[in-house]
């Protein structure tokens, strides 16, 4: 294989994905590695990539891939040899005859109302530190945001006089989030006593102890670290709580459209995913709603 050729067409994928279909920099990075893994693999230059050198990749990795694991790394190697057919390196896409793995319900973890209140509550707001950490957590729970959501967040984006947050997901598409009492004052306590920030994050909401934006990592390990100071054992992450969001709004009885659009959700199949009920609110709705009851 000719690896500096490899390496331009890769940079060349990671520009295509990036620019011109928009995806996010998380999406772009994996979807380079997954790529770079089957060419590491095959030792091949791409343009003479088999259907068999694909399927035998995962046979070899069947045991250390999950599932889900397995179709992201096929939607990578589809979309990229679906980008050697634009740039005319080859006529075939090998993915093309490959199924997907079949996959099962994905119901992620789920925190009761108390288990936020108790992680949240870890957070005492006596330094900066405190109420930064209660901010954020109040503002992935009380706003529904990804974390990559809560990293890129701009100070002059919360307008508390109305009540909203707007929100950059995905894709760079915009949406409008209410933003709750309690999460605002959190976010203000948070401000008031906000570290001087370094040149060029004068604008960015939370920042880490140098005064640049924080990490997802950074997030990650605070929500773990608090959630075991509040004696909470789940297998949590900062996405549980926006999952724990929407899924308390359902069974609250919002309506899953508006859940759909405050959690920017293409489509309202991944909204039901995330907002799965407990049976037994599932049957009191339908035995209260039954034509026959």
């Known amino acids: 294989m000719d690896r500096d050729k490899a390496d331009k067409i890769l940079q060349a994928y990671a520009y295509h994905l990036g620019v011109e279909r928009k995806l996010s920099g998380n999406t772009v990075a994996s979807y ?8 590491d693999y095959c030792g091949a230059d791409p343009p003479d990539i088999s259907e068999g050198d694909v399927t035998q990749f995962f046979s070899d990795h069947a045991s250390v891939l999950s599932k889900r694991s397995q ?5 990578a190697f589809r979309s990229f040899f679906d980008f050697l057919i634009l740039e005319g390196e080859r006529t075939d896409n090998p993915c093309s005859g490959i199924d997907s793995p079949k996959l099962g319900r994905y119901l992620p973890q789920v925190l009761s109302v108390g288990e936020v209140d108790s992680i949240i509550s870890t957070a005492v707001p006596k330094d900066w530190k405190g109420c930064r950490d209660r901010a954020i957590m109040e503002i992935l729970y009380g706003c529904g945001l990804r974390v990559s959501e ?3 967040l701009k100070i002059s984006h919360v307008y508390f006089r109305e009540a909203f947050v707007r929100v950059v997901g995905k894709g760079d598409k915009e949406r409008l989030v ?8 959190a976010f203000v306590q948070w401000l008031e006593l906000r570290p001087e920030p370094l040149p060029g994050y004068e604008d960015t909401a939370f920042l880490n102890r140098f005064g640049s934006s924080l990490s997802r990592v950074s997030v990650f390990k605070m929500i773990k670290a608090r959630a075991l100071e509040a004696g909470i054992t ?6 549980t709580f926006r999952h724990s969001f929407a899924t308390h709004l359902v069974e609250n009885g919002a309506d899953l459209r508006s859940v759909q659009e405050m959690l920017g959700h293409e489509s309202i199949l991944t909204t039901e995913i995330y907002t799965h009920i407990d049976a037994s609110t599932w049957q009191k709705s ?4 039954h034509p026959r009851r």
């Open 234 to 239: 789940k297998e949590i992450s900062p996405h």
């Open 71 to 75: 179709a992201r790394f096929l939607s």
């Open 150 to 152: 809560l990293c890129s």
């Open 178 to 185: 209410p933003l709750g009492e309690t999460a605002a004052s």
């Open 286 to 289: 339908v035995l209260a709603h």
């Open 32 to 39: 380079r590695s997954d790529v770079s893994c089957l060419l």
